[in-house]
T-cell receptor
Framework: QKEVEQNSGPLSVPEGAIASLNCTYS??????FFWYRQYSGKSPELIMS????GDKEDGRFTAQLNKASQYVSLLIRDSQPSDSATYLC????????????????FGRGTSLIVHP | EPEVTQTPSHQVTQMGQEVILRCVPI?????FYWYRQILGQKVEFLVS????????KSEIFDDQFSVERPDGSNFTLKIRSTKLEDSAMYFC???????????????FGPGTRLLVL
């Protein structure tokens, strides 16, 4: 069973601080990694995708990937109360030796609370 | 901006009844997906669909489930005989390209909340 693990939280940070969210995955050959934001009762909304080792920045968000250690993280700078949501890490698990298609696999999500 | 739409937004049904959840993917997308999320749990992949056939399915997607693209715009998920444990939010998604390629971003619909009594 290919797994994606996240700390469920909640992670509580003050407004203006940096929020750091982490994710580990079990399938070493995975190549595609995604962070989604999900507000309660709503659908996942893509924040970032990352494919190469290192950092990828988009506005206040930075995704970091380390394939050797099999972890991916998301940093949110200058956190705002509107960032309060559950953040989902997702990995497209490649097909196995038997073939098939990639299977999107999600972690349970980390609940982030940004308090004023 | 184009978006994935789903109907109905809420569905209440009796155990053993059949339900059909409907999705309209983004018009130029070729790959379609269904996910479910039981309350408080993670998003779980059910099935992917391309070129009028299933590309991949999870263990959850058993004989009670089926998918269809009945016309050029709709993509449906049918649950033949609903069980209590089918109560969940069901999300449809679509992507322009095959997962594992560089243009594989999935766009999610707003979901259908299914409650089986």
């Amino acid at each position: 069973q290919k797994e994606v693990e996240q700390n469920s939280g909640p992670l509580s940070v003050p407004e203006g601080a940096i929020a750091s969210l982490n994710c580990t995955y079990s399938d070493r050959v995975s190549q595609s990694f995604f962070w989604y934001r999900q507000y309660s009762g709503k659908s996942p909304e893509l924040i970032m995708s990352i494919y190469s080792n290192g950092d990828k920045e988009d506005g206040r968000f930075t995704a970091q990937l380390n394939k050797a250690s099999q972890y991916v993280s998301l940093l949110i700078r200058d956190s705002q109360p509107s960032d309060s949501a559950t953040y989902l890490c997702a990995v497209n698990i490649p097909p196995g030796l038997a073939g098939g298609s990639y299977i999107p696999t999600f972690g349970r999500g980390t609940s982030l609370i940004v308090h004023p | 901006e184009p978006e994935v739409t789903q109907t109905p937004s809420h569905q209440v049904t009796q155990m053993g009844q059949e339900v059909i959840l409907r999705c309209v993917p983004i018009s130029n997308h070729l790959y379609f997906y269904w996910y479910r999320q039981i309350l408080g749990q993670k998003v779980e992949f059910l099935v992917s669909f391309y070129n009028n056939e299933i590309s991949e399915k999870s263990e959850i997607f058993d004989d009670q489930f089926s998918v269809e693209r009945p016309d050029g715009s709709n993509f449906t998920l049918k649950i033949r005989s609903t069980k209590l444990e089918d109560s969940a939010m069901y999300f449809c998604a679509s992507s322009e390209a095959l997962l594992g390629t560089s243009v594989e971003t999935q766009y999610f619909g707003p979901g259908t909340r299914l409650l089986v009594l």
